[in-house]
């Protein structure tokens, strides 16, 4: 069993589609998903629920934007519950590189860019993002950059990959759910894997869910036991 000390952190679900040999994208079209337009209304359900959504680096680079809201009908159910009609997209980066042509910086969203101290330079006075926290010196504090997003009220997070980041939250034990679509899709060993390093993660995941919808299979696991 984990012996790690619990940290504060929001509720946190990750939602990921993975092909059947565990690889998140083509390795010839690494920013496109691969997952049905059923999926893409599933992700959007996820997202409408919660207050911020967390996204690697390179997902961002390669996709160029933020997962929106697009429903009119999940925009106003928020509004209607007094929330912001889009949740806060925060990117995660300890380089703090992006380029800002990315259509990302011209959505109408709130954006926060969690960085080390060094990451945080380059945007020192830019008012690109709406907050831009620094959490580290190199490397991410988790527990700083934990408070950090609290701090801006945000009690419940989605993780919407990729690996290198799914794989961090995961060793620290900082998932509560995991929302994972098995697409019917053999991609190889050259795509980008859901699972990149070696996980320390010996907890078990507690099935709540499985629902097939055509060749792909929705799996909802508690990663509580
Ligand atoms: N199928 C799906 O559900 C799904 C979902 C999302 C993405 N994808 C695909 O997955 C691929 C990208 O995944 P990936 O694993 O290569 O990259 P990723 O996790 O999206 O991004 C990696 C980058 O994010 C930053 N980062 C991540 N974890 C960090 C940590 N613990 N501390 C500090 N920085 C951290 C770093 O940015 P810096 O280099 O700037 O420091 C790192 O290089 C793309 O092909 C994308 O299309 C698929």
Known sequence: MSQLQPISRPYTIAVLASSLDGRLARADALGQRIASAYDFQHLEQQVAQVDAVLFGATTLRLGGTAM????????????????????????CSASGEFDLNLPFFRQPISRALLTTEKGACRWQGSTAFDHCWSAGVAEIDWPQAFRHIQGAGVQTLAVLGGGQLFASLLQMAAIDELWLTLCPLLLGSVAPSLYPEEIAFSGRLTLLNVLPVGNEVYLHYSLHS
Do not use: K, T, Y
């Not at 509004?79 to 997209?89: I, K, N, V």
């Open 68 to 91: 929106r809201l697009q429903s009119p009908h999940l925009i106003a159910e928020r509004e209607h519950q007094g929330r912001s009609p889009q949740p806060l997209q925060i990117v």
